[in-house]
């Protein structure tokens, strides 16, 4: 892809930015294959903020990577179609995929100490991607290095350039991080669980810078995450995943506020919060499903409380009392 | 407290419902760190620095803070897994260590359970057998220790029948968080610390394991030292609640008054950094700017005064003693501003 491509705004608001159908990612072995995501449906607009949430296993970090094929390939087979920013993400070949990650959409991950090169300087990290997609010159790269440090909010930006990873506190890492995937001002961040490592005191701020850039540089973000808080603070639209499915899906204050399906309100129930003190929490009975081994019909009626025959013969289709909220439950 | 009622008919209780159960007195730990040539110590970091604090029999005491600042070296400290440079426990009236009670029986009387539930198994042994490894070890005949783990196990909610042969890595996160919560309960301690119990586990895990800490502690007649960095599990499980920072309590009180009124800036901090779960609530501003600053080379003073908004010359001259508003007072904090007549601006007078 070329510069002139990059720097194209998109030209009609109206084409989502994301659109992905049946998508489907199976992890294939000798010994077992592994079902992670079982057909999800979603597009995400332009300047938009989905949040997917789930628990370990969900299949939520998966999805994310599925949108970058970051996943093994020999063991991996991804269906459905998966299309960025007007591309067939499932039709690219290597070159294809290298001039995608990094450029038009970017990611940032948990542990910033992985995801960063041990070996060498923050600048260096931030000046290379600029240069491998943009082409410009090494000055020009490191002046917009020291851009993106000031932009990330890196106290003495300058001097912290010269930095290695490893000199760096968990919270000012986390900042580099965001510093890289931003340099080449992706139209999409993915983001997976990139504040859950983090401090109280730190996460709330890297959650609030992440809610300024993302509306000062009108990126789409889609940030999986398992914590409620994470969603409530960030997010435009929720989609809750469970055993490789959107069970839900809607937009913040309805999902958060009035949720429909059984498997949501069991995780607004079992959060701890204030004011639950001396009560006893609403836990969801057992614990979520082998994905080598999914149950037929309803993967949460297992746990459901209010669980009928009819859960057990088949998946429940995609219901909306309201256009913008789904639920996959038959008694909604 | 009802619960010290029932404390009183435990056989095992010598100092009676007013002795605490734990006294822990200036506990203090410095790491040197070695580097250079000759690998000699380059440094210290104060881990755990004067930290004192006590535990009622049957009540909850939660410690909370953030990474790095002492609280599980805190909780190995107090069950001497990590020896003290100074400090000393005292347990129901008697001193832990040489004259006093002997180390052995006083891990007999604190177990702890640890946050990575798979590590603290030996993959090895089915879990029933690491459940009945310590009693036979006390000299438990084995056929009564492997039947008692049996009953804990159900009374953690595995069915014996089901799980007693099982290995750990047949088993969820959750499951064998209770296994060793069963362990822990084999030799009938007093005591259990639990540090980051539930941290690893899934929301809707960790709710279950959190209802059986509570039903257990009243079963057991338990009294529990719960050190975690999730403000809103302490605030569910605790009668009261230690702020620590950088290796020093940074506030001490019963829980309603730590949530309700806090007094040093960093608790308030702290509880404001929780995330909103009503999205028409968004936080516009973070409490707090930067990172905890390194233990190797903490600030004078007081130690959170670099990221505090309040903080005056007197913050960098003079470490704030831990102390209440009134004499005998429950809630105690280290904090200029709480104490009278410090020469801070918003000092009491």
Known sequence: MTTETLEQRPAAATTPLVSVRDMTVKFVSKEATVHAVNGVSFSLDPGEVLVILGESGSGKSVSLRALMRLLPARKTVIGGSITVAGQDVLAMDERQLEDLRGGQVAMIFQEPMTALDPVFTIGTQIAETIIRHEGVSRAAADARALELLELVQIPSAKRRLSNYPHEL????????????????????????????????TVQIQILLLLRKLQQELGMGVIFVTHDLGVAGEIADRVAVMYAGRFVEEGPVSEVMLRPLHPYTQGLMGSTVHAGLRGTRLAAIPGAPPNLARLPEGCAFAPRCASVEEACRVAVPDERRPIPIHMARCIRV | MDASEVQTADPRDRGGPAQPLLIVRDLKRHFPIKGGLLNRAVGTVQAVDGVSFSVMKGETLGIVGESGCGKSTTARLLMRLIEPDSGEVIFDGEPVGPGGMALSEMRR??????????????????????????????????????????????????????????????????????????????????????????????????????????????????????????????????????????GQVAEVGPVEDIYGAPRHPYTRALLASRPSMDPAKRMTEPPLTGDPPNPINPPSGCRFRTRCAFAEAVCAERVPVLAGLVPHDSHLAACHMAAAGSGHSRAPT
């Open chain 1, 169 to 200: 506190s968990g919270g000012l890492r986390q900042r580099a991080m965001i510093a890289i995937a931003l340099a080449c001002r992706p139209k999409l961040l993915l983001a997976d669980e990139p504040t859950t490592a983090l401090d109280a």
């Open chain 2, 109 to 246: 009387q604190i177990q702890m359970v640890f946050q990575d539930s798979y590590a603290s198994l030996n993959p090895r042994l089915p879990i029933e057998d690491s459940i009945a490894f310590a009693p036979t070890v006390h000299g438990v005949p084995k056929a009564k220790a492997r039947a008692r783990a049996r009953d804990l196990l159900a009374a953690v909610g595995l069915a014996p029948e089901q799980f007693a042969r099982r290995y750990p890595h047949e088993l969820s996160g959750g499951q064998r968080q209770r296994v060793n919560i069963a362990r822990a309960l084999a030799l009938e301690p007093r005591v259990i610390v639990l540090d980051e119990p539930v941290s690893a586990l899934d929301k809707s895990v960790e709710a279950q394991v959190l209802n059986l800490l509570v039903d257990l502690k009243r079963d057991f007649h338990l009294t529990y030292v719960f050190i975690s960095h999730d403000l809103n599990v302490v605030q569910f499980i605790s009668d009261r609640v230690l702020v620590m920072y950088l």
